[in-house]
């Protein structure tokens, strides 16, 4: 089939096993193989182990079934899942994972026994070609099916977490051969007429009827799928482009890297940054999106977004949306305004609806940094309301809104009697930041005012003389016994040393704490040049994120998760640019690899793949909501990035060799540019970013 060949000849079409190696005690990536649509909303994978989370590994030669997914991430689980298996005469489903193919949009999967199976996706449906295969099963807990004329329809319910214990997901299956139904406990058995055959199934989270409508709106070949999907996804690798060359001359013999794998890992990162988050809404008959509400068990007008944690998105994924794809975060916007008209809360962590995990409420750094530059307006005085009223009060369960929001604003911090009380402390400032930032756009002053002020509440928790961010009780003392190496509460996934430099909005308050840049450099220093050695705390034994820090070997910068992310990038603040490039490009060169252990830590959602992006761009957002990104070093010789508002944007590295650390000069649009901060509203109309790299740091190269 031509269109196969053009997607396995096209290397923006990764292998989606990359990073999927992974386990409960170690990630490396903790991805699934995920053929799916862009924002689509189901999930095609592979099931190879009965674990309920951890359920694929590339190593793994038996094939337990196709799975329907919604999984977000192992560690929420999954939700309106069900699976296909073919069945075989010795009962073994034994795959050749190495002839198998893996791909955004294609499966094929290749069997021992010389059976093969071709799948693909659209937004609500999916197409399976069966070949030499006599028959299969259909099965998951919770699962319902009969036969209905020509067609297997019903529906499954069965779920991690959700407001609705009834939630449906409709399903109707359609076969292009006659075949025998039937059920024996709880699996259900299907055998067609002949032994090469497909399947296309659809989905709805609405009604049987929408399901129906959706099967009937679904393309009807695999080829169609393919074309329909391949449009789709090259929708958003068209948004770059990237000319990373072979070394001219012999220097390929001192160098381990492969320029090739390093493209092919940054258009996986596209592939996974654009998976997130999943629609929740589908079309009615009239076209018009509609969603189910879990909360009030109904069906309702409009846009919904799930299976993202705002915690995670909200660093990287949402400030390169805001970049690139200005219509899907319009969408997520009206999504999330849509979960507090019927909640009466902002969400925090969906799947499919509110699972209240990670600390405070860091949508609204989302919204704030969407309406800063621009996007979402016209729903500004609308975010308004919902943010402070979602800051102002507590719900009786605790997964909505602020954790203890009461108690934060009577102490100015959430004491230390409460869980990840430091960092629910600073994500509280960071977000009452946001809300002033809102505040200020609609033009109410005297509001934004107020929120700044609490947004500088972090302070309470500074220890001058430690220089951390420490846990105080009721009555304002610091905890005695301090560990700043111990994990887990009162700190979020870390220690006080990942934790204690969250400060996005307030940094040149942190660095007057210190006493001096310099102060704040020795600090920054010693994070970067300690021991890569943990105490394990609250949690009181090892989780895979304190191994991944200590295997980094990257002092106590934990670039696996979040609460790192972005302290690679803090010497900008105090001028120190060269010791940002150098780690920043260490990082990009060494710890991503286009490999089935590609990812240093948990990818989450698009959140590491958008933080790779970015970095490779030669930006970062180091605070959401002030319209501005830290400028760090250019990581391709040559990339165009396609911007939502019409200009094409190249960035262009010079001398771009691996052991080329730092900037000999920076230029913009053909100027010299000194400074290490650009604004959003100025980057969107750069027409070219010149990197040029030298052995050694450059004075030269910035401003004094």
């Known amino acids: 089939m031509k269109i196969i060949d053009e997607i396995l000849k096209d290397i923006r079409y990764t292998d989606t096993r990359i990073g999927s190696a992974s386990t409960r005690d170690f990630s490396n990536g903790n991805t699934l193989p995920l053929c799916a649509i862009p924002h689509g909303n189901n999930y095609l994978t592979l099931m190879t182990r009965n674990d309920p989370s951890f359920f694929f590994h590339p190593e793994d030669e038996n094939l337990i079934a196709l799975r329907l997914t919604h999984q977000p991430s192992p560690w929420m689980g999954d939700f309106s899942h069900f699976q296909i298996s073919p069945i075989f005469d010795n009962k073994e489903n034994i795959y050749d994972k190495d002839k198998s193919i893996f791909r955004p949009n294609f499966l094929e999967i290749s069997y021992k026994n010389g059976s093969r199976l071709r799948a693909s996706m659209d937004t609500s449906s999916e197409i399976i070609n069966f070949d030499r295969v006599s028959s299969f099963k259909i099965f998951a807990d919770g699962l319902t099916l009969d036969k209905s004329s020509d067609f297997i329809e019903g529906y499954v319910i069965n779920y991690a977490g959700c407001e609705d214990e009834n939630l449906k997901m409709y399903i109707k299956i359609g076969l292009d051969v006659d075949f025998d139904f039937k059920k024996e406990g709880d699996i259900y058995y299907v055998k067609p007429s002949r032994d090469r ?179 979402g307006s016209h729903m500004k005085e609308d975010f308004l309301r919902a943010m402070i009223d979602t800051a102002e009060k507590e719900s009786d369960n605790d997964k909505y809104g602020r954790y203890k929001a009461k108690t934060y604003r009577k102490y100015g911090y959430v004491p230390a009697i409460f869980h990840e009380s430091v960092n629910q402390s600073l994500d509280n400032s960071l977000a009452d930041y946001s809300i002033g930032r809102v505040a200020e756009l609609c033009g109410k002053i005297d509001l934004a005012d107020k929120y700044y002020k609490y947004s500088r509440n972090w302070e309470r928790l500074f220890d001058p003389e430690s220089k951390f961010l420490r846990a105080k009780d009721e009555d304002g003392n610091f905890l005695k016994d301090f560990d700043p190496l111990a994990w887990g509460s009162p700190y979020t996934e870390g220690s006080a040393y990942q934790n204690s430099y969250n400060t996005y909005h307030d940094f040149p308050r942190l660095i007057e704490l210190f006493g001096s840049k310099k102060a704040f450099e020795k600090r920054l220093d010693e994070i970067a040049n300690a021991d890569s050695i943990y105490h394990v705390g609250s949690y009181g034994y090892d989780i895979h994120e304190m191994v991944e820090m200590h295997d980094a070997h990257l002092g106590q910068i934990a670039i696996s998760n979040q609460p790192s992310f972005h302290l690679p990038y803090l010497y900008n603040l105090i001028g120190k640019y060269h010791k940002t490039e150098l780690i920043v490009k260490t990082i990009m060169r060494n710890y991503f690899s286009y490999s089935f252990d590609g990812f240093p830590g948990d990818e989450d959602n698009g959140s590491m793949a958008a933080w790779y992006i970015l970095s490779a761009m030669g930006i970062y957002p180091l605070c959401p909501g002030s319209g501005t990104y830290q400028i760090g070093i250019g990581f391709f010789d040559k990339m165009k990035v396609k911007l939502s508002n019409g200009n094409i944007l190249e960035i262009e590295t010079k001398e771009n060799y691996p052991h080329k650390n730092f900037l000999e000069n920076l230029n913009i649009d053909g100027k010299p540019f000194k400074s290490k901060e650009i604004s959003h509203q100025d980057l969107i109309k750069v027409k070219k970013i010149s990197f040029r790299l030298n052995l050694l740091p450059s004075e030269e190269a910035y401003e004094n």
């Open 197 to 375: 055959f497909s399947i296309i199934f659809a989905t709805s989270f609405i009604s049987a009827d929408q399901a129906k409508l959706n099967y009937k709106r679904s393309p009807k070949d695999l080829e169609e799928f393919l074309k329909k999907s391949k449009k789709t996804w090259d929708k958003y690798f068209d948004k770059f482009s990237l000319v990373h060359d072979d070394y001219k001359d012999g220097f390929s013999k001192f160098t381990p890297y492969k320029k090739i794998d390093q493209v092919k890992f940054f258009y996986h990162a596209v592939y996974r940054a654009f998976l997130f988050p999943m629609k929740f809404y589908e079309k009615d008959e009239k076209s018009n999106p509609i969603y189910y509400d879990t909360k009030s068990k109904s069906v309702k007008a409009g846009k919904f977004y799930t299976n993202i944690g705002f915690w995670d998105g909200q660093k990287t994924l949402f400030p390169l949306l805001s970049l690139v794809a200005i219509d899907d975060l319009e969408e997520i916007l009206e999504g999330i305004l849509n979960f507090y008209r019927d909640t009466g809360f902002l969400p925090k962590w969906l799947s499919p609806d509110e699972r209240g995990l990670m600390p405070g409420t860091l949508v609204d750094n989302v919204i704030a940094d969407c309406l800063t530059k621009g996007i």
